[in-house]
T-cell receptor
Framework: DVKVTQSSRYLVKRTGEKVFLECVQD?????MFWYRQDPGLGLRLIYF???????EKGDIPEGYSVSREKKERFSLILESASTNQTSMYLC????????????FGPGTRLLVL | QKEVEQNSGPLSVPEGAIASLNCTYS??????FFWYRQYSGKSPELIMS??SNGDKEDGRFTAQLNKASQYVSLLIRDSQPSDSATYLC????????????WGAGTKLIIKP
């Protein structure tokens, strides 16, 4: 079974804090993705990575950065958290070019006060 | 602007009936189409993928693709209360090997 884990299920942070969200997959997938999901807006891609140390901006990268030092681990960083970054954050991984199935982690619900 | 459109619902269907979920997309060259199911408070999980025009069946689920009309649909036969969830449609981005464009999802409620 494919397993994608995320470091936290729920997180409460204050405005201006630096926030780290971590994602680990155990299936040797080349591709990893960070999305945020907000009601009525669907899944929006923040960043993705197709190889170690490689990263590409998605549709909404502003205010975020990522790191992929090892194949199995993809981190999302909120440099200075703001209230409009309150959201559900979903990590996914998958293989193939073009993209095939994406497997999702359980999500991190982040509240920025 | 590449878009995937879905009716947000909720779509209410009696138990045992056929539920029909629809999705339209704007990128005429898209090749890969996916239906994901998301239970409340959970993450999306893949139900079906479809790549060619026509129907693809998997158990109670049938995906239908019509590239000329740019729509993809999901039929759920013999609907069960456990099918109550939000169904997300995703379509590949033509000029990217990696990106999918996601619809906002249709909330399906199966009434016993």
């Amino acid at each position: 079974d494919v397993k994608v884990t995320q470091s936290s299920r729920y997180l409460v942070k204050r405005t201006g804090e630096k926030v780290f969200l971590e994602c680990v997959q155990d299936m040797d997938h080349e591709n990893m993705f960070w999305y945020r999901q907000d009601p009525g807006l669907g899944l929006r891609l923040i960043y993705f990575s197709y190889d170690v140390k490689m990263k590409e901006k998605g549709d909404i990268p502003e205010g975020y950065s990522v790191s992929r030092e090892k194949k199995e681990r993809f981190s999302l960083i909120l440099e200075s958290a703001s209230t409009n970054q309150t959201s559900m954050y979903l990590c996914a991984s998958g293989w193939g070019q073009p993209v095939e199935t994406q497997y999702f982690g359980p999500g991190t619900r982040l509240l920025v006060l | 602007q590449k878009e995937v459109e879905q009716n947000s619902g909720p779509l209410s269907v009696p138990e045992g009936a056929i539920a029909s979920l629809n999705c339209t997309y704007s990128d005429r060259g898209s090749q890969s189409f996916f239906w994901y199911r998301q239970y409340s408070g959970k993450s999306p999980e893949l139900i079906m993928s479809i790549y060619s025009n026509g129907d693809k069946e998997d158990g109670r689920f049938t995906a239908q693709l019509n590239k000329a009309s740019q729509y993809v649909s999901l039929l759920i036969r013999d609907s069960q209360p456990s099918d109550s969830a939000t169904y997300l449609c995703a379509v590949n981005v033509l000029d990217s090997n990696y990106q999918l464009i996601w619809g906002a999802g249709t909330k399906l409620i199966i009434k016993p």
